[in-house]
Protein backbone atom coordinates (compact mmCIF):
# COMPACT_ATOMS: atom_id res chain seq x y z
CA UNK A 1 0.00 0.00 0.00
CA UNK A 2 1.81 2.92 -0.95
CA UNK A 3 -0.81 5.44 -0.42
CA UNK A 4 -1.74 9.27 -1.29
CA UNK A 5 0.58 11.30 -3.65
CA UNK A 6 -0.09 14.35 -5.51
CA UNK A 7 1.27 14.64 -8.84
CA UNK A 8 2.53 18.16 -11.20
CA UNK A 9 3.93 18.61 -14.77
CA UNK A 10 4.39 17.38 -18.31
CA UNK A 11 8.36 17.92 -17.69
CA UNK A 12 10.34 15.20 -19.30
CA UNK A 13 12.04 13.92 -16.11
CA UNK A 14 10.74 12.13 -13.20
CA UNK A 15 10.68 13.83 -10.22
CA UNK A 16 9.88 12.50 -6.52
CA UNK A 17 9.42 15.38 -3.31
CA UNK A 18 8.93 14.47 0.05
CA UNK A 19 7.77 17.27 2.23
CA UNK A 20 8.40 18.61 6.18
CA UNK A 21 7.47 16.86 9.42
CA UNK A 22 3.57 18.17 10.40
CA UNK A 23 2.52 18.84 6.66
CA UNK A 24 1.69 17.03 3.72
CA UNK A 25 2.54 16.19 -0.14
CA UNK A 26 0.17 19.91 -1.19
CA UNK A 27 3.24 21.82 0.81
CA UNK A 28 5.10 21.27 -3.12
CA UNK A 29 2.25 22.79 -4.76
CA UNK A 30 4.16 26.16 -5.23
CA UNK A 31 6.91 24.44 -6.37
CA UNK A 32 5.55 22.13 -8.36
CA UNK A 33 3.56 24.27 -10.27
CA UNK A 34 6.42 26.60 -11.30
CA UNK A 35 8.36 23.26 -12.13
CA UNK A 36 5.75 21.94 -14.29
CA UNK A 37 7.76 22.59 -17.62
CA UNK A 38 10.22 20.91 -16.36
CA UNK A 39 9.44 17.80 -14.24
CA UNK A 40 6.76 15.03 -13.75
CA UNK A 41 6.27 15.30 -10.06
CA UNK A 42 4.86 13.31 -7.40
CA UNK A 43 4.91 14.02 -4.05
CA UNK A 44 3.33 10.98 -1.40
CA UNK A 45 1.77 12.18 1.67
CA UNK A 46 4.62 10.64 4.37
CA UNK A 47 3.80 8.20 6.87
CA UNK A 48 1.28 9.51 9.74
CA UNK A 49 0.58 12.31 7.58
CA UNK A 50 -2.48 13.64 5.19
CA UNK A 51 -3.76 10.31 3.49
CA UNK A 52 0.05 8.42 4.03
CA UNK A 53 -0.05 5.37 5.63
CA UNK A 54 -0.32 4.84 9.30
CA UNK A 55 2.48 4.46 11.21
CA UNK A 56 3.41 1.19 13.41
CA UNK A 57 4.21 2.71 16.43
CA UNK A 58 6.69 -0.64 17.60
CA UNK A 59 8.86 0.43 14.20
CA UNK A 60 11.21 3.12 13.86
CA UNK A 61 9.57 6.19 12.22
CA UNK A 62 12.46 6.99 9.82
CA UNK A 63 12.76 3.30 8.81
CA UNK A 64 8.80 3.15 7.67
CA UNK A 65 9.15 6.69 6.43
CA UNK A 66 11.62 5.69 3.61
CA UNK A 67 10.49 2.14 3.22
CA UNK A 68 6.68 3.96 1.88
CA UNK A 69 8.90 6.57 0.02
CA UNK A 70 10.59 4.12 -1.47
CA UNK A 71 7.84 3.04 -3.40
CA UNK A 72 6.93 5.79 -5.02
CA UNK A 73 10.51 5.91 -6.62
CA UNK A 74 10.06 5.79 -10.42
CA UNK A 75 11.96 2.35 -12.15
CA UNK A 76 14.13 5.32 -14.39
CA UNK A 77 16.22 7.84 -12.51
CA UNK A 78 14.55 10.75 -10.82
CA UNK A 79 15.44 14.20 -9.56
CA UNK A 80 14.54 13.82 -5.57
CA UNK A 81 13.89 16.76 -3.38
CA UNK A 82 13.26 16.83 0.10
CA UNK A 83 12.31 19.25 2.66
CA UNK A 84 13.67 19.05 6.55
CA UNK A 85 12.20 15.41 7.52
CA UNK A 86 11.76 14.93 4.21
CA UNK A 87 15.39 15.71 2.79
CA UNK A 88 16.90 13.25 5.57
CA UNK A 89 14.24 10.55 3.98
CA UNK A 90 15.47 11.55 0.06
CA UNK A 91 19.01 11.41 1.46
CA UNK A 92 18.68 7.65 2.78
CA UNK A 93 16.72 6.90 -0.41
CA UNK A 94 19.68 8.05 -2.50
CA UNK A 95 21.99 6.17 -0.75
CA UNK A 96 20.22 3.19 -1.10
CA UNK A 97 18.86 2.82 -4.09
CA UNK A 98 21.65 4.88 -6.27
CA UNK A 99 20.34 3.82 -9.83
CA UNK A 100 17.32 4.91 -9.18
CA UNK A 101 18.14 8.68 -8.49
CA UNK A 102 19.76 11.71 -10.69
CA UNK A 103 20.13 14.26 -8.98
CA UNK A 104 19.61 14.82 -5.03
CA UNK A 105 18.35 18.29 -3.78
CA UNK A 106 18.11 18.59 -0.01
CA UNK A 107 16.34 21.73 1.21
CA UNK A 108 17.01 22.22 4.84
CA UNK A 109 17.64 18.86 6.26
CA UNK A 110 17.33 18.67 9.98
CA UNK A 111 19.66 15.75 10.50
CA UNK A 112 20.98 17.65 13.80
CA UNK A 113 23.52 14.48 13.98
CA UNK A 114 25.92 16.54 11.83
CA UNK A 115 26.58 19.50 13.84
CA UNK A 116 26.09 17.59 16.79
CA UNK A 117 29.29 19.40 18.60
CA UNK A 118 28.59 22.65 16.90
CA UNK A 119 27.66 25.18 19.28
CA UNK A 120 24.18 26.16 17.42
CA UNK A 121 23.18 22.25 17.59
CA UNK A 122 23.42 22.52 21.31
CA UNK A 123 21.51 25.63 21.33
CA UNK A 124 18.99 23.93 19.58
CA UNK A 125 18.83 20.90 21.43
CA UNK A 126 18.64 23.25 25.06
CA UNK A 127 15.57 25.46 22.92
CA UNK A 128 13.61 22.44 22.03
CA UNK A 129 14.28 20.42 25.44
CA UNK A 130 11.37 21.21 26.52
CA UNK A 131 9.07 19.14 23.92
CA UNK A 132 9.50 16.09 25.27
CA UNK A 133 8.11 16.35 28.86
CA UNK A 134 5.12 18.74 27.11
CA UNK A 135 4.57 15.51 25.30
CA UNK A 136 4.68 13.17 27.89
CA UNK A 137 2.59 14.91 30.12
CA UNK A 138 -0.38 14.94 27.69
CA UNK A 139 -0.21 18.12 26.87
CA UNK A 140 0.69 17.62 22.87
CA UNK A 141 -0.86 21.47 21.82
CA UNK A 142 1.93 22.85 24.34
CA UNK A 143 4.56 20.75 22.46
CA UNK A 144 3.43 21.97 19.45
CA UNK A 145 3.44 25.23 20.16
CA UNK A 146 7.23 25.80 20.96
CA UNK A 147 7.99 23.48 18.10
CA UNK A 148 6.22 25.72 15.86
CA UNK A 149 8.02 28.51 17.53
CA UNK A 150 11.57 28.14 16.26
CA UNK A 151 10.64 25.73 13.21
CA UNK A 152 7.37 27.07 11.95
CA UNK A 153 6.86 29.41 8.80
CA UNK A 154 6.08 32.64 11.16
CA UNK A 155 2.28 31.71 11.51
CA UNK A 156 2.14 31.09 15.19
CA UNK A 157 -0.14 27.40 16.21
CA UNK A 158 -2.68 30.03 18.01
CA UNK A 159 -3.21 32.02 15.09
CA UNK A 160 -4.02 29.18 12.45
CA UNK A 161 -7.05 28.12 11.57
CA UNK A 162 -8.21 25.41 13.53
CA UNK A 163 -8.43 22.20 11.22
CA UNK A 164 -4.55 23.15 10.17
CA UNK A 165 -4.15 23.76 14.26
CA UNK A 166 -5.63 20.18 14.91
CA UNK A 167 -3.21 19.04 12.25
CA UNK A 168 -0.41 19.98 13.76
CA UNK A 169 -1.29 18.82 17.30
CA UNK A 170 -2.30 15.28 16.19
CA UNK A 171 1.44 14.58 14.70
CA UNK A 172 3.19 16.42 17.41
CA UNK A 173 4.88 12.77 18.11
CA UNK A 174 6.68 12.80 14.68
CA UNK A 175 9.23 14.72 16.09
CA UNK A 176 10.13 12.41 18.87
CA UNK A 177 9.69 9.33 16.70
CA UNK A 178 12.39 11.22 14.56
CA UNK A 179 15.16 11.42 17.24
CA UNK A 180 17.05 8.49 16.56
CA UNK A 181 17.34 9.18 12.68
CA UNK A 182 17.96 12.72 13.01
CA UNK A 183 19.84 13.28 16.25
CA UNK A 184 21.44 9.75 16.60
CA UNK A 185 22.21 8.88 13.05
CA UNK A 186 20.40 5.67 13.42
CA UNK A 187 20.10 5.12 9.45
CA UNK A 188 23.90 5.46 9.37
CA UNK A 189 23.36 8.36 6.45
CA UNK A 190 26.71 10.36 7.92
CA UNK A 191 29.27 7.85 7.38
CA UNK A 192 27.91 6.74 3.91
CA UNK A 193 27.85 10.82 2.23
CA UNK A 194 31.10 9.72 0.62
CA UNK A 195 29.60 7.31 -1.67
CA UNK A 196 26.73 9.74 -3.04
CA UNK A 197 26.94 8.55 -6.85
CA UNK A 198 24.62 11.65 -8.20
CA UNK A 199 24.82 15.34 -8.09
CA UNK A 200 23.28 17.25 -4.79
CA UNK A 201 22.39 20.77 -4.39
CA UNK A 202 22.17 22.20 -0.84
CA UNK A 203 19.40 24.79 -0.26
CA UNK A 204 18.95 26.90 2.80
CA UNK A 205 16.78 30.03 4.11
CA UNK A 206 18.61 33.35 4.70
CA UNK A 207 16.65 33.54 8.10
CA UNK A 208 16.50 30.02 9.19
CA UNK A 209 17.68 28.31 12.68
CA UNK A 210 21.59 28.73 12.56
CA UNK A 211 21.79 25.35 13.32
CA UNK A 212 20.79 24.77 9.63
CA UNK A 213 24.07 26.54 8.38
CA UNK A 214 26.27 24.83 10.34
CA UNK A 215 24.10 21.28 9.18
CA UNK A 216 24.20 21.93 5.66
CA UNK A 217 28.11 23.14 6.07
CA UNK A 218 28.68 19.67 7.76
CA UNK A 219 27.40 17.82 4.92
CA UNK A 220 29.08 19.78 2.26
CA UNK A 221 32.62 18.88 3.45
CA UNK A 222 31.79 15.73 3.07
CA UNK A 223 29.82 15.32 0.16
CA UNK A 224 32.11 15.98 -3.52
CA UNK A 225 31.09 18.58 -5.72
CA UNK A 226 28.06 19.83 -4.10
CA UNK A 227 26.06 23.28 -5.19
CA UNK A 228 24.70 25.22 -2.62
CA UNK A 229 22.19 28.10 -2.17
CA UNK A 230 21.08 30.79 0.44
CA UNK A 231 17.64 32.54 -0.20
CA UNK A 232 17.62 35.47 1.21
CA UNK A 233 14.63 36.41 3.68
CA UNK A 234 13.74 32.85 3.65
CA UNK A 235 13.26 30.58 6.78
CA UNK A 236 12.86 27.19 7.55
CA UNK A 237 9.42 26.73 5.20
CA UNK A 238 10.93 27.91 2.41
CA UNK A 239 9.24 25.99 -0.24
CA UNK A 240 5.84 27.53 1.16
CA UNK A 241 6.92 31.20 1.82
CA UNK A 242 9.29 31.60 -1.24
CA UNK A 243 8.70 28.92 -3.93
CA UNK A 244 9.75 31.09 -6.94
CA UNK A 245 13.07 31.26 -6.05
CA UNK A 246 13.06 27.83 -4.64
CA UNK A 247 11.91 26.13 -7.56
CA UNK A 248 14.63 28.53 -9.24
CA UNK A 249 17.59 27.36 -7.49
CA UNK A 250 16.29 23.66 -8.44
CA UNK A 251 15.97 24.78 -12.33
CA UNK A 252 19.53 26.20 -12.46
CA UNK A 253 20.48 22.99 -10.48
CA UNK A 254 18.96 20.92 -12.83
CA UNK A 255 20.23 22.80 -16.11
CA UNK A 256 23.78 22.27 -14.85
CA UNK A 257 23.36 18.73 -14.39
CA UNK A 258 22.09 17.66 -17.79
Keep these: MTGFARHWGQGADPALLLHCSLAHSGAWDGVAQALSDRLQMT ?15 SRDYHDQATEAAALHLPQTPCHLIGHSFG ?18 TLIE ?21 GLGPLIEAGDEEGAARLFLSLWGGGTPLDAMPEAQRRYMIDRIWVVPASTPALHHDSASLLPRLGQLACPVLLIQGGDSPPVISAIQTALGAAIAGHSRVVID ?18 RTFLGDTA
Design 43 to 57: APDLVGHGRGPARDP
Design 87 to 104: ATVGLRLALDHPDRVASL
Design 109 to 129: PVLFAAAADHPTARAHDDAIA
Design 233 to 250: GAGHMLPITHPGPVASAI
